[in-house]
């Protein structure tokens, strides 16, 4: 899915003008994966929330694959995964994804199954258990085969691992790669870890301190799985950590 972001500009009143980002353009190809970073309050979870219909923009478009916001998740083309995987406790791990795929079944002609999901992530043994039984890693990767389920075409991930440890969010954040490559949709991740975002993105999008603007932009043409100790690695993560610190001094 196919994302065009033109002019965004969003303001929150609360009571007073709170503006979170100012003249954003951004254009994200179909199947691209690109991360986005900025220090703390720069408008990145506000982004997401406007491209997944949440918040309405103050002014400017977004279109996804030349729908709406809203239009896209009536149509239920876009998938959520944020630091909550917000799981139905009442429900077993089967049963959780067994709902979405219910909720899903008049849209998709075909889908994958509720083993097939369980089994792409770890899970198949772990299928009658309940939610509050699961470790932090096993809950993400639940609502990972939920938002596998799915087969939308844009994932929108808020620093889905980062209340993780880091070795689970390591592997994690490697499953999530076998789980994206096949299918290739669409992913837009918002994060603080710029070493996560190199390991990770095809593509890094800087925002400066609120209100956020584009300030840089880089390809990252690096093969999978990278070692964060290679020359090209480093040079990479000096220059985006330049352009955001950067960013954050020119804002002071």
Known sequence: MKVEIAALNHTFFTPQPRPALLNLDLHIPSGQFAAIIGPSGCGKSTLLR???????????????????????????????????????????????????????????????????????????????????????????????????????????????????????????????????????PTVLWVTHNIYEALRLAERVIVLSPAPGQLVADFSVALPHPRREDTPAFQKLLYEVRTALNQAVEAAA
């Open 50 to 184: 406007l491209i997944a219909g949440l918040l309405q923009p103050t002014s400017g478009s977004i279109l996804l694959d030349g729908k709406t916001p809203v239009e896209a998740n009536a149509a239920r083309q876009v998938a959520w995964l944020a630091q909550s995987p917000a799981l139905l406790p009442w429900l077993t791990v089967e049963g959780n994804i067994a709902l979405a795929r219910k909720l899903l079944a008049t849209r998709l002609n075909h889908q994958m199954s509720v083993q097939q999901a369980l089994q792409r992530v770890g899970l198949e043994n772990a299928a009658r258990a309940y939610p509050f039984t699961l470790s932090g890693g096993m809950q993400q990767r639940l609502a990972l085969a939920r938002l596998l389920i799915q087969n939308a075409g844009l994932w929108l991930m808020d620093e889905p691992f980062a209340a993780l440890d880091e070795i689970t969010r390591e592997q994690l954040a490697a499953m999530l790669l076998d789980l994206w490559q096949p299918a290739q």
